[in-house]
């Protein structure tokens, strides 16, 4: 008998299996399905082996409609009070039943079956039972001995033949790593068996189910009435439900195990499902109730356990790791290069990870340490990993199986954990497993199938052991693991951030001090020119002004007084430019002017050859009071400071009175003064303000007068750590001190 019409279920599709339909349930129960206003719209063939009804009475009934006494009608009344908790014990007819209720897709699908009693002297063994099991459970560290007590408490109390623990690995395949059981049933312990015996649905389904019985494998299912629902159109969702007939396809595979009941556990740890007990008898046998409610305790105790030691190693394992980590980071920051992190000095990368190997693939090089592949393979590795692999983590334990090309290096490779740094650079940070070669004993050869003569692909009928040597598999990447690895890259790219930042920051510096230099240097170059522009034209306008003086007055003593004194413009100009060209080549050099003791007397009288033009037409007195007839700085930047203020005093001359010009020099707190005064036109300093020293500032007209000399001395001053001061009353004189 087919549990759906017009869809055939074998191996082939059962992992799509609407079991969620499968229109009929096992008879150790009935079932109804309530409407609006809770009419039946649909109920269990078997119902009359329940109650005294045949389905026909029942279809369209409100629910209790039928109750022959107004207990019954009372009771049936009471499982749709708001209040109503399910699972409900109430008597019908003298008989009590154990009630459930769910909503399915807008219907209530309401359930129940005879419950059995449930003695005081049974209570209390199976308080003793479970109490016994906490205090095993407590005191064991290992999980094999811990599943160990789960299975025998369990077999206690169900009386079964056979009672596996079951654990799922990462590709839904179980491992039976604990059992108890008597000689009627074969050993499965250290059996596998493979994903396709539990497909997704059912997978799915025992995170919703925790218990699922089948008393007798071999009874006659009851068919739901009718099967489409009269207001739908389709099967009612009994996905819930606590009776669904099995899947023909789990049918088949338990009877061909050899066995006529079974009841199943589901375990789940952290909301995950972890694994399952499935429990097998040789007799069909019913469990009630009661029996079932201290099997799913002793499990959930189980799962508890198991969460709590999960925890506590990955804790225990997470910390030692992330310790190493954070060592690890600190060496870094100290210095330590990321060669030497890979070293062998402890700790280093291989001690973040239970991997042997690790690469890191950053700045176009590639450093290694441990297990690896080759670096040739590590490029092909990371040139995959940009193309093919999501953003952020990979990780898994058989590399070939994704991607062929690691076949070449599965002893080293196996098991890879990549974490991206740079997906557009092809840098990563990679960690090895190597392959462990695991012997795996089956129950019974998981890829051969069971062809029948109709064609459909049926369970597997041997459960008899099959061994396979897994060839290309590494030990699972822990949780841990990958969250220090992570934490480790974090800290790792934050610290490679920084260090770029203390590199661009010095670079930065630099650049900026070059640019300083240069625009001091451009500076320099500018001020340089614009002392040969005044030095030079200085000379020029003497030379200028001597022959205008010949020209004047023609005659012998002015052509002699005119070309003695261009002769000696003319040498003290080839001076300067010799001079000049010394600081060129200083500068060129990035040296410093030389100091020397100059002669202040002979620095003053060269300049005032420079100037015997103006002296000769102004008829100017120049006179000299040296305190302090010498002075250890560069020369040339004493002539240019004389050369540019006794110009000033004579160009700026009153012409009232005859030019008076007094040049002094003195010594004060260890500095040299040299002071310039004259009885010219003189300022007012409040007009003229810090604009004195400017660039191309005039305060009085001449036709020489360029701006330039005031603002070329305090340059020169300023570069000699010097300073210069000015006292003036307009129409009176000026003075000008110079400190250095």
């Known amino acids: 008998m087919q549990n759906y019409q017009n869809h055939q279920v074998d191996l082939s599709n059962c992992d799509r299996e609407p079991i969620h339909h ?22 269990s063939q ?13 279809l369209g009934q409100p629910l209790g409609a039928w109750a022959t006494t107004s207990a019954d009608k009372e009771n049936w009344e009471s499982l749709l009070s708001p209040q109503a908790q399910f699972p409900r014990l109430l008597e019908l007819g003298g008989q009590p039943y154990l009630f459930c209720c769910h909503a399915s897709e807008g219907k209530l699908v309401l359930e129940a079956e005879r419950a059995a009693a449930y003695p005081d002297a049974a209570k209390l063994h199976h308080h003793r039972l479970l109490t016994q099991l906490h205090q095993n459970l407590n005191k064991l560290e290992e999980l094999e001995p811990m599943a160990e007590a789960l299975a025998h408490a369990l077999r206690e109390v169900l009386a079964y033949d056979r009672v596996n623990v079951t654990r799922f690995d990462e590709d839904w395949h179980t491992d039976v790593v604990a059992e108890s059981r008597n000689s009627k049933l074969p050993s499965f312990i250290g059996h596998h068996f493979p994903a396709s015996d539990i497909p997704a649905p059912a997978r799915a389904l025992l995170l919703q189910k925790h218990i699922r019985q089948i008393p007798n494998v071999h009874a006659q299912a009851a068919e739901i009435f009718p099967y489409l629902n009269p207001t739908t159109g389709q099967p009612t969702n009994i996905l819930q439900s606590e009776f669904r007939n099995p899947s023909e396809i789990h049918l088949e595979y338990i009877k061909n195990t050899g066995v006529a009941a079974t009841i199943s556990f589901s375990i789940l740890v952290k909301e995950e499902l972890w694994g399952v007990v499935p429990c097998h008898h040789v007799e069909p046998v019913y469990v009630d109730v009661w029996r079932r409610q201290v099997c799913d305790q002793m499990v959930k105790m189980f799962s508890n356990v198991i969460s709590s030691l999960q925890t506590r190693h990955s804790r225990e394992l997470y910390l030692q790791l992330k310790e190493a980590g954070r060592h690890l980071i600190s060496r870094l920051r100290e210095g330590v290069k990321l060669t030497q992190a890979f070293g062998s000095t402890s700790p280093n990368i291989l001690d973040i990870t239970l991997g042997q190997g690790a690469a890191i693939c950053i700045d176009q090089k590639i450093i290694c340490a441990g297990q690896v592949p080759t670096r040739e393979q590590i490029q092909d590795l990371v040139s995959w990993l940009a193309q093919e692999v999501p953003e952020g983590a990979f990780y898994t334990s058989q590399l070939s199986r994704i991607w062929p090309p690691a076949e070449a290096f599965k002893t080293v490779g196996s098991g890879l954990l990549a974490l991206e740094i740079s997906r557009y650079n092809k840098e990563y940070l990679l960690f090895f497993k190597p392959e462990i070669k695991e012997t795996r004993t089956w129950a019974g050869n998981p890829e051969k199938q ?15 052991k099959w061994v396979e040597v897994i060839q290309g598999k590494s030990q699972p990447w822990l949780l841990g693991e990958r969250e220090v690895a992570q934490l480790f890259l974090k800290d790792l790219v934050a610290l490679r951030l920084r260090n770029q930042t203390v590199e661009l920051e010095v670079l930065y510096k630099a650049v900026m001090q070059n640019a300083e230099q240069l625009q001091a240097r451009n500076g320099q170059l500018e001020d340089f020119a614009r002392i040969i ?10 030379i200028k002004s001597l022959l205008a003086y010949h020209a004047e007055e023609p005659g012998q003593e002015s052509a002699s007084f005119a070309l003695q004194h261009i002769a000696q413009v003319t040498d003290n100009m080839n001076d300067t430019i010799q001079d000049l060209n010394t600081i060129v080549n200083l500068q060129l050099t990035h040296q410093t002017l030389p100091r020397e003791d100059v002669p202040v007397a002979e620095v003053v009288e060269k300049e005032l050859q420079n100037l015997a033009a103006v002296v000769q037409q102004t008829s100017a007195q120049v006179q000299l009071d040296l305190q302090a007839p010498t002075v250890f700085m560069p020369k040339i930047y004493l002539e240019s400071i004389l050369h540019n203020l006794l110009s000033n005093a004579l160009k700026y001359h009153s012409p009232d009175r005859q030019p008076q010009v007094l040049v002094k020099t003195w010594e004060a707190g260890g500095k040299f003064h040299l002071a310039v005064s004259d009885n010219g036109l003189g300022m007012n300093l409040k007009k003229v303000g810090d604009k004195l020293f400017g660039l191309y500032k005039v305060f009085h007209y001449h036709k020489e007068a360029k701006g330039l000399g005031l603002y070329l001395t305090r340059l020169q001053v300023k570069s000699l750590d010097g300073d210069i001061q000015v006292q003036s009353q307009e129409g009176e004189g000026t003075t000008f001190e110079v400190v250095v």
Do not use: C, D, M, W
Request: charged share 20%; hydrophobic share 35%.
């Open 46 to 58: 078997n119902i009359s082996t329940f109650l005294p009804f045949t389905p026909v009475q029942l």
């Open 22 to 43: 499968i229109g009929r349930i096992q008879p150790h129960g009935f079932l109804l399905v309530l409407g609006q206003e809770h009419t039946v719209e649909q109920v």
């Open 450 to 464: 069971e062809r029948g003569k109709e064609g459909y692909i049926h369970p597997r009928k041997s459960f008899e």
């Open 533 to 542: 522009s005044h030095n030079l034209r200085s000379p020029l306008a003497n």
